[in-house]
């Protein structure tokens, strides 16, 4: 059972566009909403989170929006840039900012393309 | 700060070896845990070790263990490996069983 579900699986956007990527989750005990940047050969770097307690999150470049009614969430990524091609992962856990009793849960990923 | 770091970074077994691998955490950390990252099932959650001591499993079979050190170093194990085990191993280190994990580069294990 998927618990997280992640859109789009790929995402091709010119320099300075806005790439949004989507995220709904079933569990409603979930309370940390963790995005990943992964590049090739690299592990995932956390690069900004949320919780549920607000709607919307924003660091740097990167915003994060939350619905709880929804479940869902997503990430904007404001003045994209080349430098910004890779793979994102949103995740989700219950257990305050860490992994949770199912430690984190994360989404498919969405490959991420930036073109010049 | 150092960040985690995962040995081997790269490793070729066949089909009923078995393999350690090994994590060192972000200075501090004290807690550790180990996802399996393939294509197809994408990132999963094998088992989480604070103060040396499992304190959750995924859904994983007993194949799979691990464990932590008195300095919080950790090592996962498995054992009588098959093909569909070859992954991207990855360990994360947070601070507590409450703090962000912070992954490392990961241990790219390839079953023949």
């Known amino acids: 059972q998927q618990q997280v579900k992640q859109s789009p699986q790929s995402l091709i956007v010119q320099k300075g566009g806005i790439p949004i990527i989507n995220c709904a989750y079933e569990?409603?005990?979930?309370?940390?909403f963790p995005w990943y940047q992964q590049f090739p050969g690299k592990g995932p770097a956390l690069l900004i989170a949320i919780r549920p307690d607000v709607s919307e999150k924003k660091e740097g470049r990167f915003t994060i929006s939350f619905n709880k009614s929804a479940k869902q969430f997503s990430l904007h990524i404001m003045d994209s840039q080349p430098g910004d091609s890779a793979t994102y992962f949103c995740?989700?856990?219950?257990?305050?900012?860490?992994?949770?009793?199912?430690?984190?849960?994360f989404g498919k990923g969405t490959h991420l393309i930036i073109q010049p | 700060k150092a960040g985690v770091t995962q040995t081997p970074r790269y490793l070729i077994k066949t089909r009923g070896q078995q393999v350690t691998l090994s994590c060192s955490p972000i200075?501090?950390?004290?807690?550790v845990s180990w996802y399996q990252q393939t294509p197809g099932q994408g990132l999963q959650f094998l088992f989480e070790y604070f103060s040396e001591t499992q304190r959750n499993k995924g859904n994983f079979p007993g194949r799979f263990s691990g464990r932590q050190f008195s300095n919080s170093r950790s090592e996962m194990n498995v054992s009588t490996l098959e093909l569909g085990d070859s992954a991207l191993y990855l360990c994360?280190?947070?601070?507590?069983?409450?703090?962000?994990?912070?992954f490392g580069p990961g241990t790219r294990l390839t079953v023949t």
């Open positions: 200075s501090g950390h004290r807690s």
């Open positions: 995740a989700a856990s219950d257990r305050e900012s860490g992994g949770g009793a199912d430690g984190l849960t």
């Open positions: 994360a280190s947070s601070l507590d069983l409450s703090s962000e994990q912070y």
């Open positions: 569990n409603t005990a979930f309370d940390y």
